[in-house]
């Protein structure tokens, strides 16, 4: 079965760090490039990072850029993303998402709390 | 960097209706334009890539069209269970900007 599952969300307090993991499975996963998106409660869907099937190309929306890296590990068939210095406007659900063309592949998510 | 710009941000119509969503690029973007469904507490979910091409298992009474800047997903006759957001995405680079979304709700 093809899945994303990812895991590491939770409660931090503003300036704090976490890091999230998406654990793959079902597909040929370095072949695939790599995505997090987000969505804040109520709001709508926000790319944030985007990483090539060999890692040699990432890409930040401005609004993390600087705070937060994307990595992956194609032989643990996982992504990573290390979210340091958050706010309270990075409350929200983080998804990861497998893109072949358009992103054919999402997990279920992540929910991340900042708030002291 | 490319904005997306769809409307309305929200319509209600009855069931059995033909509902039509617009979906703006600030620039040029070919057909690298997708469309997902998001169901209220769901995961979303790819409908419609290429502009046109349906995704496998998607219905037909959804259908999508469109190049450059002007994209449009249509439902030819709208279902309860077509309640949801409805998002527009470009991926003609990394940065695969979300339109705003259009919720969807049945009169």
């Not at chain 2, 209220?40 to 496998?56: D, E, F, M, N, R």
């Amino acid at each position: 079965e093809v899945q994303l599952v990812e895991s590491g969300g939770g409660l931090v307090q503003p300036g704090g760090s976490l890091r999230l993991s998406c654990a793959a499975s079902g597909f040929t996963f370095n072949t695939y490039s790599m995505n997090w998106v987000r969505q804040a409660p109520g709001k709508g869907l926000e790319w944030i990072s985007y990483i090539s099937g060999g890692s040699s190309n990432k890409y930040y929306a401005d609004s993390v850029k600087g705070r937060f890296t994307i990595s992956r590990d194609n032989a643990k068939n996982s992504l990573y993303l290390q979210m340091n210095s958050l706010r309270g406007e990075d409350t929200a659900v983080y998804y990861c998402a497998a893109r072949f063309d358009a992103f054919h592949i999402w997990g279920r998510g992540t929910l991340v709390t900042v708030s002291s | 960097d490319i904005q997306m710009t769809q409307s309305p941000s929200s319509l209600s119509a009855s069931v059995g209706d033909r509902v039509t969503i617009t979906c703006r690029a600030s620039q040029g973007i070919s057909n690298y334009l997708a469309w997902y469904q998001q169901k209220p507490g769901k995961v979303p979910k790819l409908l419609i890539y290429a502009a046109s091409t349906l995704q496998s298992g998607v219905p037909s009474r959804f259908s999508g069209s469109g190049s450059g800047t002007d994209f449009t997903l249509t439902i030819s006759s709208l279902q309860p269970e077509d309640v949801a957001t409805y998002y527009c995405q470009k991926y003609d680079s990394a940065l695969a900007t979300f339109g705003q979304g259009t919720k969807v709700e049945i009169k």
